[in-house]
């Protein structure tokens, strides 16, 4: 089974930056699409991002202009780059692939 684990959650004042990293337990060459989801209290899980093999991306119309999305084949990673974060923005971020595995989840509070 694919593990999916995610780090650089955290809290972080309204207009800060973090750095998201997915890491696989295998080769994400050939995996056709990473990306990211999160789930704000009460709400359901949205997509934030996603990135093809080819290096295309795709991002939600609330993050376009503030967050980046990377991967880097050599490290098995994925990244999401959030910079001018809103307290909007404040859920629990899953990574996800196009094989249907997700990661546990990192936290991302943004204070006002």
């Known amino acids: 089974q694919v593990q999916l684990v995610e780090s650089g959650g955290g809290l972080v004042q309204a207009g800060g930056s973090l750095r998201l990293s997915c890491t696989a337990s295998i080769s994400i060459f050939s995996i056709n699409a990473m990306g990211w989801y999160r789930q704000a209290p009460g709400k359901q899980r949205e997509p934030v991002a996603v990135?093809?093999?080819?290096?295309?991306?795709n991002y939600a119309d609330s993050v376009k202009g503030r967050f980046t999305i990377s991967r880097d084949n050599a490290k098995n990673t994925v990244y999401l780059q959030m910079n001018s974060l809103k307290p909007e923005d404040t859920a629990v971020y899953y990574c996800?692939?196009?094989?249907?595995?997700w990661g546990q989840g990192t936290q991302v509070t943004v204070s006002s």
């Open positions: 996800w692939d196009s094989r249907g595995d």
């Open positions: 990135i093809f093999k080819s290096g295309s991306t």
